[in-house]
C-alpha cells in the first residue's frame, strides 16, 4: 500500500459507532458482489445524524446521493471511533467508499481489528485532537513513513502513532493474505 496518503479530509466527532458507519438494513449486501459491494460505499457514514456529518458543517453527506464513491480519502474521528457493534461491514464499507485512511484519537477495539483482519483501511492514531483543528474538504496527507499528518489547507502538521506491526497485515490485504504469504498458512 501506497506510504503517502493524500486527499480531502472527512471530519467526525466522538463516539462515531458502527451502526452510523453502516446502518443494520444495508447489511443484506453481499461483500463479494461487484454490483452490491459498491452499495456499501454508497450508504458509508449514512447513519451519522444531520449536524455531525462533515464537520464543522455539519450537514455534508459522506457520499452524493445516487453515488458509491466519497470525495473524502481520509476520515478524521474523534474518541473512541467504530464502537458499538462487531460488525467488519463498517470498515468495509468505508473503504468501499474510496476512504483509505481513518485518523481518529483512540478506536473501538474491534473496529481497529476488523480494519486490520479484513485489510480494508489503515487506522492512524493522531496524539491530539484533531476534530477541532481540521475541517472537511481540507487537503490533507498521510504520511505513514513518518507518522505524521500534514493539513496543506493550514499548513498544520500533527504527530501520529507509528502503525507498528499492522501495515504489513493491511498492505498484504488482510490477516489471511499475510499469513499466506508470510508461509504461516
Given amino acids: 500500500m501506497q506510504q503517502i496518503i493524500r486527499g480531502k479530509a472527512y471530519v467526525l466527532g466522538d463516539d462515531i459507532d458502527t ?3 453502516i446502518p443494520a438494513e444495508h447489511l ?3 461483500m463479494t458482489d461487484p ?5 456499501y460505499g454508497a450508504a458509508a457514514n449514512i447513519g451519522v445524524p444531520k449536524g455531525q456529518r462533515g464537520l464543522p458543517d455539519g450537514n455534508i453527506p459522506f457520499v ?5 464513491t466519497s470525495d473524502y480519502a481520509v476520515v478524521i474521528g474523534g474518541k473512541n471511533f467504530g464502537c458499538g457493534s462487531s460488525r467488519e461491514h463498517a470498515p468495509f464499507a468505508l473503504a468501499e467508499a474510496g476512504c483509505k485512511a481513518v ?3 483512540f478506536y473501538a477495539r474491534i473496529f481497529f481489528r476488523n480494519c486490520v483482519n479484513g485489510g480494508f483501511l489503515l487506522p492512524c492514531e493522531a496524539t491530539t485532537r484533531l476534530i477541532d483543528r481540521i475541517k472537511t474538504g481540507d487537503d ?7 507518522a505524521k499528518l500534514t493539513d496543506h489547507t493550514t499548513g498544520q502538521t500533527f504527530t501520529l502513532k507509528p502503525l507498528g506491526d499492522v501495515k504489513p497485515i ?3 490485504g488482510g490477516v489471511f493474505n499475510y499469513a499466506k504469504k508470510a508461509g504461516m498458512l
Fill in 19 to 21: 451502526d452510523q458507519i
Fill in 64 to 68: 452524493r446521493e445516487g453515488e458509491y
Fill in 28 to 30: 443484506k449486501y453481499s
Fill in 35 to 39: 454490483e452490491e459491494r459498491k452499495l
Fill in 140 to 146: 490533507v496527507e498521510v504520511d505513514l513513513d513518518n
Fill in 170 to 172: 493491511v498492505d498484504a
Fill in 103 to 105: 485518523v481518529a484519537e
